[in-house]
């Protein structure tokens, strides 16, 4: 079932705590840890979970993070279809409350710039915020049931604001 709220002012919160224990848990691994998708731009309606991009400090560190990961209580889940990126999920009670995702990238990748593109070109456009609100809850209603079509049917927009952005 697909879930739209409006925007959450704690999300940024649980962010923060989130970089914090995998900060600790990744150390010298990585070089950045970002928040990414629709809970990461104020004022916009979202899934209420909230996407983080782990940056490698080099792809040879992959097995070592996922190791560390692992420690956390993080199951890994493979590419899950995109090169350069994996995905992980929290086992149990694992270092926070709170839904997420957890994406650990290798710095060659381009899908964590793709984020950072689309996440600023949103958060320096609030026309443009408004705009992805309504088409997420026009589709989540749409396609209630079928996360696959709700994902597909935002694809346009979202190549479209990249396309825009990464002409500036």
């Given amino acids: 079932?697909?879930?739209?709220?409006?925007?959450?002012?704690?999300?940024?919160?649980?962010f923060e705590s989130l970089r914090a224990t995998l900060?600790?848990?990744?150390?010298?691994?990585?070089s950045r840890i970002e928040h990414v998708g629709s809970t990461s731009v104020p004022g916009l309606a979202a899934k209420p979970i909230v996407?983080?991009?782990?940056?490698?400090?080099?792809?040879?560190?992959?097995e070592e993070a996922i190791a560390r990961l692992a420690r956390l209580g993080?199951?890994?889940?493979?590419?899950?279809?995109?090169?350069?990126?994996?995905?992980f999920t929290l086992r149990g009670s694992g270092p926070s409350p709170g839904a997420h995702h957890l994406y650990?990238?290798?710095?060659?990748?381009?899908?964590?710039?793709?984020?950072?593109l689309f996440r600023d070109a949103l958060r320096a456009d609030a026309a443009l915020v408004a705009a992805y609100a309504a088409l997420k809850w026009r589709l989540a209603n749409l396609h209630l049931q079928?996360?696959?079509?709700y994902t597909a049917a935002k694809?346009?927009?979202?190549?479209?604001?990249?396309?825009?952005a990464g002409k500036r």
Avoid: K, Q
């Fill in 1 to 14: 079932m697909i879930v739209i709220a409006d925007y959450d002012p704690r999300w940024p919160a649980l």
């Fill in 23 to 30: 900060s600790a848990a990744l150390g010298e691994l990585v």
């Fill in 51 to 62: 996407d983080l991009d782990a940056i490698l400090r080099s792809g040879g560190d992959r």
């Fill in 74 to 87: 993080y199951l890994h889940r493979g590419n899950l279809g995109i090169p350069g990126r994996e995905a």
């Fill in 104 to 116: 650990l990238c290798d710095p060659a990748s381009a899908e964590w710039r793709r984020h950072l």
């Fill in 146 to 149: 079928d996360r696959d079509a």
């Fill in 155 to 164: 694809t346009e927009f979202v190549e479209a604001v990249l396309r825009a």
